[in-house]
């Protein structure tokens, strides 16, 4: 059976997967947050959070953990602000998980910035992104080279450069994609819990 409105047909069964994605959207629209979507994250990222659920048990507790060369790591109170809130470049995988599964212990958001040494868009919201780190100190800012971590930017589905997520624990909850430094600072407002 065909459904033609003017002049293009489809087919019935092809209006499923469109009715779905406009749901999804006036879902969205109605209820004024962005749908939550589990990232291709999230099975380390849980794991991971229940490794830092021993480490950090209480507000005020320092414990050690072995590193997998036996050299103990500190780690600091997780309400404890920093004075020096600046950006942190991932440089593995690994360290995107820790970094995504220590949010949801510390119950702040993480804010990704998907970069490239050679993206002039990027280098131009550069001082805008690192002052917006210090104004959210609560907050995680992280910056990926996709160069470096395609595997990350691929599970991540980033297309355009620059691209800013904000994710919970493996929950893409926001995303931006441009240099609109007036749309970041919004973005980081929205999330920003000082």
């Known amino acids: ?7 293009i047909c489809i087919p ?10 406009v749901f999804r959207k006036v879902y969205s629209w109605i209820t004024g947050e962005p749908v939550e979507k589990e990232s291709k994250f999230a099975e380390e990222i849980k794991a991971k959070e229940l490794e830092n659920q021993e480490i950090y048990k209480g507000e005020q507790e320092v414990s050690v953990q072995p590193s997998a060369e036996g050299v103990g790591l500190r780690h600091r109170n997780v309400n404890e602000a920093t004075e020096e ?6 440089s593995s995988r690994s360290e995107w998980i820790d970094t ?16 490239a040494p050679w993206c002039k868009p990027c280098k131009a919201i550069a001082p805008a992104y690192e002052a ?20 990350v ?13 904000v994710y919970r624990g493996s929950k893409l909850i926001n995303s931006l994609e441009g240099k609109d430094e007036k749309a970041l600072e919004e973005l980081v407002a929205k999330y920003d819990t000082h």
């Open 85 to 90: 809130s600046s950006v942190k470049k991932i």
């Open 1 to 7: 059976m065909i459904i033609c409105i003017g002049p």
């Open 100 to 115: 995504l599964a220590l949010s949801i212990t510390k119950n702040n958001v993480v804010l990704v910035k998907f970069t």
């Open 153 to 165: 930017m691929k599970d991540a589905e980033v297309g355009t450069l620059p691209t800013f997520q």
């Open 132 to 151: 917006l780190s210090k104004t959210s100190p609560k907050n995680t800012f992280v910056e990926i080279n996709t160069d470096e971590l395609k595997d």
């Open 12 to 21: 019935i069964y092809g209006l499923i997967p469109f009715v779905l994605f």
